[in-house]
């Protein structure tokens, strides 16, 4: 009787992955892609930027595998990257702010809203134009506290931001966002 | 103001309630994903060479360092031959000077 086959832990991957063997970090990438691209899909602007963010964020915790410390388990410190990869990226966007495109769409936020792909779908084009216009750092946390339901505390781990600007910064920028939609409501 | 203000993030919890049930990406940008992520490493890689497959641009050089040697040890040989050949020359002259005033 064949004994059942254990999947290797994440430590033994990064070991593995530090002595040489690269298809051991092929297996890390394989096994939290789908969580990396969930997350930076609410920050690209189309499907290259999305791939070009996640390749940069692997690339980059392959570059820096060495310093993982272990403290943190690896999905944490890999969503991390992702999420300072996205920021630089928002920044980057920000200097160049003319180039984000702006789609109306029509979407009455008044309405209550029956669950189903195509209402979610509608929810998240208004969602990502406005948040669109907010500033990176607003918009990152917005994304992160109310789109990916992070909480405070892992709001800050993330950004590496204090708990307290996490919960300053989300304020203002629900203010913003809130004022935004208004405005955008108020053109159709 | 504050009934307002209340109705309004109601609105935009409900907002963000349907976006989050949105995907925001196709599905088919995860395939083959990790090989294309190796497929980069493996070119930056490449990129960063080892020291010796760029030890044959020092050939020019080190043929020059050689030639260079060659000719200094050549010069240096020469040199020691003439003072070994003229301290010899001195020897005898002061050879034949004893000999000659010795009558020998």
Same mark, same amino acid.
């Given at each position: ?141 917005? *994304? ?45 | ?93 002061? *050879? ?5 005033? *010795?009558?020998?």
């Amino acid at each position: 009787m064949n004994a059942p086959q254990q999947v290797p832990s994440d430590e033994h991957l990064i070991k593995a992955t530090l002595s040489g063997h690269d298809d051991a970090f092929s297996e890390l990438v394989r096994r939290y892609k789908q969580k990396i691209f969930r997350l930076a899909a609410r920050f690209a602007r189309d499907n290259d930027d999305l791939d070009d963010i996640c390749q940069e964020a692997f690339i980059k915790a392959y570059e820096n595998l060495k310093k993982f410390r272990g403290d943190a388990p690896f999905e944490h410190w890999m969503t991390k990257i992702a999420v300072n990869v996205c920021y630089d990226m928002l920044r980057k966007q920000s200097r160049r702010r003319g180039d984000v495109p702006f789609d109306s769409v029509a979407f009455s936020i008044g309405e209550p809203q029956s669950p189903g792909n195509s209402s979610g779908d509608e929810a998240w084009h208004v969602v990502k134009n406005a948040l669109a216009k907010l500033r990176p750092e607003d918009r990152m946390v917005i *994304t992160l506290l109310n789109l990916e339901e992070k909480s405070v505390r892992e709001t800050a781990s993330l950004t590496g931001w204090s708990e307290a600007n996490v919960k300053v910064r989300a304020f203002r920028a629900r203010k913003e966002l809130k004022r935004i939609l208004e405005d955008d409501r108020g053109e159709r | 103001m504050t009934v307002e203000n209340d109705r309004d993030d109601d609105i935009l919890e409900r907002l963000f309630a349907a976006a989050r049930k949105s995907q925001p990406h196709d599905a088919n940008l995860e395939y083959g994903f990790e090989t294309r992520v190796m497929a980069k490493i493996t070119a930056q890689r490449g990129g960063q060479k080892p020291f010796y497959s760029w030890a044959w641009r020092l050939i020019p050089a080190l043929v020059v360092a050689v030639m260079m040697m060659g000719a200094w040890t050549y010069i240096i040989e020469h040199k020691q031959f003439i003072d070994f050949s003229s301290i010899a020359g001195i020897n005898n002259e002061e *050879t034949m000077l004893v000999a000659s005033l *010795t009558g020998e």
